[in-house]
């Protein structure tokens, strides 16, 4: 079974390097006892920020290190928006594509709606 739940937010320690940012996220897994055994993180998804994405500092080479079967792939809702965004020119796009995307965060953060 595939679960996918967020189990909080922290705040990086003033700067932003891959290992800056993956030492919480471990620890976070550790702290609510996620069973990362036996190979049972499978996936990462991040954004392409080379501190996210790098493949020796990143985020994700870090995890990879501690869960070597913790295959990175780039967030395709992210990379959909990046293509939307810079492949249109027109205003009027961006501003539609900009409502849809406040109107997304709306619903997928309500738990009213």
């Known amino acids: 079974k595939v679960n996918e739940e967020v189990l909080g937010f922290k705040e990086a320690p003033g700067r932003t390097t891959g290992e ?15 069973d990362t055994t036996n190979g ?26 501690v869960h070597p079967n ?8 992210h990379a959909l928006d990046l293509c939307i965004i810079h492949g249109c020119d027109d205003s009027i796009i961006k501003d539609v594509m900009s409502k849809v995307q406040e109107i997304a965060f709306a619903f997928s953060y309500s738990a009213k709606r």
């Open 20 to 34: 800056v940012i993956a030492n919480p996220l471990l620890e976070t897994l550790e702290d609510y006892k996620v």
């Open 70 to 77: 913790a295959a990175y792939v780039h967030c395709q809702s």
């Open 40 to 65: 049972k993180l499978r996936g990462q998804g991040y954004n392409g920020a080379s501190n996210m994405s790098g493949v020796r500092q990143g985020v994700q080479a870090k995890v990879s290190q």
